[in-house]
């Protein structure tokens, strides 16, 4: 499904380079779950919008399978297949989620940090937007398109929202509104960044609760980056754990706990990591 080879990530400067990641190669399979880990600064957030077309690589190739992705649980999916087997690489401009690139928006969608600009749109209208990458030149919603907007409302859960603008709402509600609006998108690969960020313990747990049961019900390949290590110790598929050194661990959390890359890689002083709970623990030398 999603293919990166040897990528490297990082910014171009005038005179020079900032290289964050060298040659990373992994992949994301439909009904995976994976999560890249790392402290403040490693590249998570750099590496995922370089694979979503939203900033550029500066060497390497990111491969994305084309076929007819699973529509949510009730709903249909609109989504044409391609020759079985195909896989593409996508160019910055057309795997952005964005209608003009509807090509790359009817095979990914994308979840950043950065906030709607149309702020005072309704929180039902932002996630109506998911489906125009399906509509034809008018945006003409069928019922279809409708049942899949229900549907993403429905599976994250704000309902209760949907009348209101999005400047009404708390970072935490923006953010699910985010998360269906790409739900609706109906894509085989979601890319989400921090996409538990300012929401409370319940939700953290119900929004990758919810990622889970995309990639395993509905056969998407989903991708996200996190601080939440505990958490994604515990649900994730696989994780790309970054370590500030321009490269990345990749295996099942089980593997990279029991080779010391999680204590590793978040070592600091007071801070023990337990292998057999997957917690991280305080520690005094008082104590």
Do not use: W
Not at 18 to 42: A, D, H, K, P
Not at 133 to 150: A, R
Not at 186 to 195: A, F, N, S, V
Not at 260 to 277: K, M, P, V
């Amino acid at each position: 499904m999603l293919k990166i080879t040897d990528l490297k990530t990082g910014f171009q400067h005038k005179n020079s380079k900032t290289i964050l990641l060298e040659s990373i190669n992994f992949q994301v399979e439909r009904g995976e779950l994976c999560i890249i880990l790392g402290r403040n600064g490693t590249g998570k957030t750099t590496l995922l919008r370089t694979i979503a077309g939203l900033h550029s690589a500066l060497n390497g190739n990111v491969k994305i399978g084309f076929s007819l992705p699973q529509p949510l649980k009730g709903s249909r999916s609109l989504t044409p297949p391609a020759p079985k087997g195909e896989s593409t690489h996508i160019s910055p401009n057309k795997r952005v989620d964005s209608p003009l690139g509807a090509g790359g928006a009817r095979s990914l969608a994308v979840v950043t940090t950065e906030r709607f600009r149309l702020s005072y749109f309704r929180v039902e209208d932002v996630v109506a937007l998911g489906r125009y990458p399906h509509t034809n030149y008018f945006g003409n919603l069928k019922e279809s398109d409708k049942k899949i907007i229900q549907n993403a409302i429905e599976l994250t859960n704000i309902k209760h929202l949907i009348r209101k603008p999005l400047v009404q709402l708390s970072d935490g509600e923006y953010q699910k509104v985010m998360i269906a609006r790409a739900l609706a998108q109906d894509t085989p690969l979601l890319l989400l960044d921090e996409p538990t960020a300012h929401l409370d313990l319940v939700n953290r747990i119900a929004i990758f609760q919810l990622l889970k049961k995309l990639s395993r019900e509905n056969r998407k390949a989903v991708l996200c980056t996190t601080h939440e290590v505990e958490l994604a110790l515990q649900i994730a598929d696989k994780i790309v754990l970054l370590t500030g050194e321009k490269h990345a661990h990749i295996g099942t959390p089980h593997q990279l706990i029991q080779e010391g890359c999680i204590e590793n890689a978040y070592a600091a002083e007071g801070i023990l990591f337990d292998r057999t709970s997957g917690r991280f623990n305080m520690h005094s030398n008082n104590s």
